[in-house]
Nanobody, 125 residues
Framework: QVQLVESGGGTVQPGESLTLSCTAAGISFKNYIMGWFRQAPGKEREFVAAVSRSGQFTEYEDSVKDRFVISRDDEKSTAYLQMHSLNPSDTAIYYC??????????????????WGQGTQVTVSS
Protein backbone atom coordinates (compact mmCIF):
# COMPACT_ATOMS: atom_id res chain seq x y z
CA GLN A 1 0.00 0.00 0.00
CA VAL A 2 1.35 3.37 -1.03
CA GLN A 3 1.84 5.90 1.75
CA LEU A 4 2.84 9.50 1.17
CA VAL A 5 3.47 11.60 4.25
CA GLU A 6 3.94 15.36 3.93
CA SER A 7 5.65 17.56 6.47
CA GLY A 8 7.00 21.08 6.75
CA GLY A 9 3.85 23.12 6.42
CA GLY A 10 3.15 26.09 8.65
CA THR A 11 2.50 29.80 8.81
CA VAL A 12 4.97 32.30 7.39
CA GLN A 13 5.01 35.97 6.52
CA PRO A 14 5.00 37.28 2.95
CA GLY A 15 8.43 37.06 1.36
CA GLU A 16 9.60 34.19 3.54
CA SER A 17 10.53 30.65 2.53
CA LEU A 18 9.32 27.20 3.49
CA THR A 19 10.34 23.68 2.46
CA LEU A 20 7.88 20.82 2.27
CA SER A 21 8.94 17.19 2.42
CA CYS A 22 7.14 14.07 1.25
CA THR A 23 8.35 10.67 2.39
CA ALA A 24 7.03 7.64 0.55
CA ALA A 25 6.56 4.09 1.78
CA GLY A 26 5.29 0.95 0.14
CA ILE A 27 6.66 1.76 -3.31
CA SER A 28 9.81 1.44 -5.36
CA PHE A 29 10.42 5.16 -5.17
CA LYS A 30 12.71 5.36 -8.20
CA ASN A 31 9.90 4.08 -10.43
CA TYR A 32 7.61 6.98 -9.52
CA ILE A 33 7.22 10.51 -10.79
CA MET A 34 6.74 12.78 -7.78
CA GLY A 35 4.75 15.97 -7.65
CA TRP A 36 2.83 18.53 -5.65
CA PHE A 37 -0.68 19.90 -5.95
CA ARG A 38 -2.41 22.52 -3.84
CA GLN A 39 -5.93 23.59 -3.02
CA ALA A 40 -6.72 27.06 -1.78
CA PRO A 41 -9.95 27.87 0.08
CA GLY A 42 -12.87 28.00 -2.33
CA LYS A 43 -10.74 26.98 -5.31
CA GLU A 44 -10.13 23.82 -7.26
CA ARG A 45 -7.09 21.70 -6.66
CA GLU A 46 -4.25 22.70 -8.99
CA PHE A 47 -0.95 21.29 -10.17
CA VAL A 48 2.12 22.94 -8.66
CA ALA A 49 5.21 21.00 -9.68
CA ALA A 50 6.57 17.62 -10.76
CA VAL A 51 9.98 15.98 -10.92
CA SER A 52 10.81 13.15 -13.27
CA ARG A 53 11.96 9.73 -12.19
CA SER A 54 15.46 10.65 -13.29
CA GLY A 55 15.39 13.86 -11.26
CA GLN A 56 16.71 15.69 -14.31
CA PHE A 57 13.45 17.25 -15.47
CA THR A 58 10.93 19.40 -13.65
CA GLU A 59 7.64 21.07 -14.49
CA TYR A 60 5.99 24.01 -12.73
CA GLU A 61 2.76 25.90 -12.72
CA ASP A 62 3.40 29.35 -14.14
CA SER A 63 2.80 31.33 -10.95
CA VAL A 64 5.45 29.40 -9.01
CA LYS A 65 7.99 28.78 -11.75
CA ASP A 66 10.57 31.31 -10.57
CA ARG A 67 9.96 30.82 -6.85
CA PHE A 68 9.56 27.11 -6.14
CA VAL A 69 12.03 24.25 -6.60
CA ILE A 70 11.04 20.59 -6.61
CA SER A 71 13.62 17.87 -6.04
CA ARG A 72 13.92 14.27 -4.95
CA ASP A 73 16.28 12.07 -2.96
CA ASP A 74 15.81 8.46 -3.99
CA GLU A 75 18.04 7.21 -1.18
CA LYS A 76 15.59 8.69 1.31
CA SER A 77 12.43 8.03 -0.74
CA THR A 78 11.63 11.68 -0.25
CA ALA A 79 10.54 14.53 -2.47
CA TYR A 80 10.91 18.19 -1.56
CA LEU A 81 9.29 21.46 -2.50
CA GLN A 82 11.33 24.54 -1.65
CA MET A 83 9.10 27.60 -1.70
CA HIS A 84 10.59 31.09 -1.79
CA SER A 85 9.13 34.60 -1.89
CA LEU A 86 5.84 33.29 -0.59
CA ASN A 87 2.78 35.50 -0.88
CA PRO A 88 -0.78 35.22 0.44
CA SER A 89 -1.98 33.66 -2.83
CA ASP A 90 0.22 30.63 -2.02
CA THR A 91 -1.94 29.87 1.01
CA ALA A 92 -3.37 26.38 0.48
CA ILE A 93 -3.27 22.77 1.50
CA TYR A 94 -0.34 21.19 -0.34
CA TYR A 95 -0.59 17.57 -1.42
CA CYS A 96 2.23 15.25 -2.37
CA UNK A 97 1.45 12.98 -5.33
CA UNK A 98 3.12 10.02 -6.99
CA UNK A 99 2.65 8.12 -10.20
CA UNK A 100 4.37 4.98 -11.37
CA UNK A 101 5.54 5.62 -14.90
CA UNK A 102 7.73 3.93 -17.46
CA UNK A 103 9.35 7.03 -18.96
CA UNK A 104 12.23 8.27 -16.80
CA UNK A 105 12.14 11.89 -17.98
CA UNK A 106 8.38 12.56 -18.01
CA UNK A 107 6.77 15.22 -15.81
CA UNK A 108 3.00 15.05 -16.36
CA UNK A 109 0.53 17.51 -14.88
CA UNK A 110 -2.27 14.96 -14.68
CA UNK A 111 -3.06 11.37 -13.88
CA UNK A 112 -1.62 11.03 -10.39
CA UNK A 113 -3.21 8.15 -8.54
CA UNK A 114 -1.42 8.32 -5.20
CA TRP A 115 -2.02 11.24 -2.85
CA GLY A 116 -0.86 12.26 0.58
CA GLN A 117 -3.11 13.69 3.28
CA GLY A 118 -1.92 17.24 2.72
CA THR A 119 -0.13 19.87 4.76
CA GLN A 120 -1.36 23.41 5.36
CA VAL A 121 0.70 26.38 4.23
CA THR A 122 -0.48 29.81 5.33
CA VAL A 123 1.15 33.04 4.22
CA SER A 124 -0.05 35.97 6.28
CA SER A 125 1.29 39.13 7.84
Amino acid sequence: QVQLVESGGGTVQPGESLTLSCTAAGISFKNYIMGWFRQAPGKEREFVAAVSRSGQFTEYEDSVKDRFVISRDDEKSTAYLQMHSLNPSDTAIYYCVAKEFMLVHATPRYGYDNWGQGTQVTVSS
